[in-house]
Each structure stands twice: as C-alpha cells, then as structure tokens.
T-cell receptor, first 113, second 113 residues
Framework: EDQVTQSPEALRLQEGESSSLNCSYTVSGLRGLFWYRQDPGKGPEFLFTLYSAGEEKEKERLKATLTKKESFLHITAPKPEDSATYLCAVQPRFSGGYNKLIFGAGTRLAVHP | EAQVTQNPRYLITVTGKKLTVTCSQNMNHEYMSWYRQDPGLGLRQIYYSMNVEVTDKGDVPEGYKVSRKEKRNFPLILESPSPNQTSLYFC????????????FGAGSRLTVL
C-alpha cells in the first residue's frame, strides 16, 4: 500500500537554529515527490517537486533532498515567518497515480524569536 | 489574481440536510480535485475531474457527489451529510501539461451535527 509518513509531528526551533524535516515513503514506483507549505486558515502552497534519488532543490532557507526511501526538507537559519505546517506528498507511478497525490500528515513547525 | 475560490468557508449543518460546497478557478485549468483533511491523516482525495463532464473517484468518495458542467466550476455535493463528514475540505486545480503543481483553495470547514 502506498504510504507517506512525516516526522516529527511538531518541531519547535529558535530563530537561526537549523534543522530537518523527514518524509518517508513507500510507493509502487515514484513519479514525483512534492513539498507544500500550509499556513493556518489557508490551503497548501507548492514548494518543490523532486523526481529522482539524488535530486536537490532550494528556495531561500529551504532545501529539499530525495533518496529512494525518503526526502528531507532542510531549514537553514529559520525565521519566525517560516512557521507553518509542511506537507510531503508522493505521486505513484502506477495504480492510477497520475491523477492523485498521497499526502503525509505534515510537520508543524514553530520558529520562535 | 490566479486563484481557487471555495464557498462557504465555514458551515455548521445537521445530519441529512443536503449541502453543496462550491469551487471555482480562474486559471483555465483542466484538472480539478477535492480533498478532505483530518487530523493525523493528511489530505485524502475524494473526487477528481480531468475536464468538463469527466469525473472519477478518489480514495474516499463514499457519501459525496461531484459534477463538472463548466471548466471553471467543480462543486462538491453532500446529499445526506453525516457526522463522519465533519472535516476541512480543499478544492485544487492544475494544468494537465507541464509540471504537476496543484493550486489549492483556502478551505471549507464543515461541521455536521
């Protein structure tokens, strides 16, 4: 069964304290892995897509990496405005996967000044 | 501004009273989808549509109906709501060509008493 597990469920950081969020997945062939950011009261907002093991993408203080079993979202020197829930999702290559994403439950990140 | 608009944003109703959650996008996207978000479970796909008059079930379609009579609109219909349909609902859309990027609405929080 296709599955996505994110850890930790919640993370509290001090401003400037770098850390990483984990997304472990089992899927019947991976078409793509996605990271979204969700602010309270809003819908998820797209951040990155990764397609193959070894791929990395960066945006400001965020860097996403991908292996054959997991993805990491590295946050370097975070600021309070990085506080949000970060969602990971996979798009299966098979099982009708083109038309759906399988989401993890998310990691709630709080960055304090 | 490119966006997905959902209404209502908040709704409290009673068991068995039919309701419709509307979704409209202004980006001329072919693909539209409905997800529900529950604590600890992540986003789960209810229904999706590849284009006008083309709809298909997602992972949790029971108790829901959809229609796609116009390209911009994709309403979610709960014919006889039950308390287990209390959830946060998101509509999303994307192009069917190019990068797989979902644009989400702001969400509709539904409570069924």
């Amino acid at each position: 069964e296709d599955q996505v597990t994110q850890s930790p469920e919640a993370l509290r950081l001090q401003e400037g304290e770098s850390s990483s969020l984990n997304c472990s997945y089992t899927v019947s062939g991976l078409r793509g892995l996605f990271w979204y950011r969700q602010d309270p009261g809003k819908g998820p907002e797209f951040l990155f897509t990764l397609y193959s093991a070894g791929e990395e993408k960066e945006k400001e203080r965020l860097k996403a990496t991908l292996t054959k079993k997991e993805s990491f979202l590295h946050i370097t020197a975070p600021k309070p405005e990085d506080s949000a829930t970060y969602l990971c999702a996979v798009q299966p290559r098979f099982s009708g996967g083109y038309n759906k994403l399988i989401f993890g439950a998310g990691t709630r990140l709080a960055v304090h000044p | 501004e490119a966006q997905v608009t959902q209404n209502p944003r908040y709704l409290i109703t009673v068991t068995g009273k039919k309701l419709t959650v509307t979704c409209s996008q202004n980006m001329n996207h072919e693909y539209m989808s409905w997800y529900r978000q529950d604590p600890g479970l992540g986003l789960r796909q209810i229904y999706y549509s590849m284009n006008v008059e083309v709809t298909d079930k997602g992972d949790v379609p029971e108790g829901y109906k959809v229609s796609r009579k116009e390209k911009r609109n994709f309403p979610l219909i709960l014919e006889s709501p039950s308390p287990n349909q209390t959830s946060l609902y998101f509509c999303a859309s994307r192009r069917t060509t190019g990068e797989y990027v979902l644009t989400f609405g702001a969400g509709s929080r539904l409570t069924v008493l």
